[in-house]
C-alpha cells in the first residue's frame, strides 16, 4: 500500500509536471511566432501570415493556430492554420482572454505587440496525446511494481512462517497434548539453535524435571502406603497390648490389695493411653488423610500444602520444582512485555523501576556490542498510575539515539537515568557522557526527520517521538540540554495528577 500510494503520487507529479513543460514550450513558440508574424499584421499580409503559421507543421502536436487582429478595440480572425484541413477543429470567433486546458487540449495565447502597442493576438492549440501516453506507461510500470512487490512479500511470508510460525504451532500441539493427557513423557521436536530452538529445548527439559518428579512421588506414595501398614500394625499390636492390660488389672482386682492395685493400674493406665491416644489419633489421621491424599493424587488435584503435611522430604523436592517454574514464568514474563505494541495506549499502575529495569533488559542485545554502562537511579517502591507501553517507547529511543549518535564505534561512555517523585509530578532525568550537540541541533531535535546520520540509518524520528509521548500520552513537558564535548541531558516532566485521572477513566 505505501509503495502504490508513493507511485500514485508520483505519477499525479510527473502529469503535471509534463503538462506545465509541455505548455511552457508551447509559450516561448507562440512568443516566437508573434515576433515573425508582427510584419504580417502590420501590413495587413494575410498569406504571409498564413505562411508563417504553416511552419508549425514542424509540431507534429500543434492541431491549430490562429491570429488575431486588433481593429478598432475588438479582434477578428485574420489568419489560420490547422494540421489536417478536414479536421472538425475551428478557430474562435474571439481570442480567449488567457491559457487554458481541456481534457485532450492545451491552448495557448499570445498577443501580438508592435512597440507598446498590441496590434494582435495569436492562438495555439495543441494535443495532449503524449501526455496521456506518458501517463499510461507510468501507471504501468506502477502496477507492475506493485505486482512484484506482492509476490516478492507473499514469499517473504511464507519463508517466515516455515521458519517461526511453525515450530511455534508445533511446541503448542505439544503442550495441547501434555495438558490433555497429562502424560509429561511427550517431547517438543528442536529446530535449531536461536530463541525459537532454545524455548523449545527449555521447555522439553522442564517436562523431563516434571516426569522426574512424578516418579518420585508415584515412589513416594509406594513409601507412605507401607508405612501406613506399619502404623496399622503398630495399632493392633497397642489395642493387643491394652487388652493384656485390663485382663492384669481384672487379675490384679480379685486380690485383697484391690485399693493400691487399682491405683497402680488407673497410673499405668494413663500413662499408656497418653501416647496409644496420640498414636491412635495420628494413625487415623494419617490413614485418612492419606486415602484423600491419594484421591487427589489420582484425580491430579494434588497441592504443595497437601503434600507438605504427609513428607518433607518431598516438599523440598516440590519447592525446587515449583521454584524453578517460578523462575521460568517470570523471565518469559520480562521479554514479552516494545517490539508488545512496538504492538497500546491504556493506563495502569506498575512499579517505574521494574518496568524501567525490563525495558533496559530487552535492549542487552544491543548494547552488548557496546562499551556503554546503565545506571538507574530511582526508587523501586515508587508506583505509578500511567501508560506503559509509551514510558517503554521513551526509554528505548533516548538510550538508542546516545548509542547511535554520542559515541563513535568502541567508546567507553555513561548512560543515567534518574527518577525523582515530587508532591504533584514525576521528574525523570536521562544523560550521557557523549559528544553532546550543538545549539543550533539542539533547537531542531525535536522536529520531525531531522538527524544528524542521514546516511548512517538514522530516521529522525526517535527525538520527535518522544516528544509526542511526553506531552500527548503523559500530558508533560519534554527538554534537551547539550553542548558539544560536555555530553547531552533530557528532562521529563509529567503530573502524577492527570496521570491517575486518565487512569481512572
Partial sequence: ?????????????????????????????????????????????????????????????????????????????????????????????????????????????????????????????????????????????????????????????????????????????????????????QRAVPTGKDEIGELISGFNNMLAQIESRDLALEATRGELELRIEQADKANVELEQALKRLKETQDQLVNNEKMASLGGLVAGVAHEINTPVGVGVTAASTLREDTKATTVLYETGELTNTALKRYFGTCMQATEIILGNLQRAADLIHSFKQVAVDQTSSEYRMFELKRYIDETLLSLKPKLRNTELAVEVDCDPNLAINSVPGAMSQIITNLVMNSVQHAYDDGEKGHLRIVVEEQPDKILIHYSDDGKGMPPEVVKKVFDPFFTTRRGSGGSGLGMHIVYNLVTQQLKGTVNVFSKVGEGSSVEIIFPKKVAQECGGE
Fill in 1 to 185: 500500500m505505501c509503495l502504490l500510494i508513493t507511485a500514485s503520487v508520483f505519477v499525479i507529479y510527473n502529469w503535471f509536471n509534463v503538462r506545465d513543460t509541455l505548455n511552457n514550450n508551447l509559450s516561448a513558440v507562440a512568443e516566437v511566432f508573434t515576433l515573425n508574424t508582427t510584419a504580417a499584421l502590420s501590413f495587413n499580409d494575410a498569406p504571409a501570415a498564413s505562411e508563417v503559421l504553416s511552419s508549425l507543421r514542424a509540431k507534429r502536436d500543434v492541431l491549430q493556430a490562429c491570429i488575431y487582429k486588433v481593429e478598432a478595440g475588438s479582434e477578428y480572425l485574420f489568419a489560420s492554420y490547422k494540421r489536417e484541413l478536414d479536421s472538425q477543429i475551428d478557430c474562435l470567433a474571439q481570442p480567449p482572454e488567457s491559457d487554458f486546458y481541456t481534457s485532450n487540449h492545451l491552448v495557448v495565447v499570445s498577443p501580438v505587440m508592435l512597440g507598446s502597442e498590441r496590434i494582435g493576438s495569436l492562438y495555439i492549440e495543441r494535443g495532449l496525446g503524449d501526455l496521456w501516453e506518458s501517463t499510461r506507461l507510468d501507471s504501468m510500470v506502477v502496477g507492475f511494481m506493485v505486482l512484484v512487490s506482492i509476490a516478492i512479500a507473499s514469499i517473504l511470508s511464507l519463508f517466515l512462517q516455515r521458519l517461526i510460525s511453525n515450530p511455534i504451532l508445533a511446541l503448542l500441539e505439544t503442550t495441547k497434548k501434555v495438558s490433555l493427557a497429562g502424560d509429561y513423557s
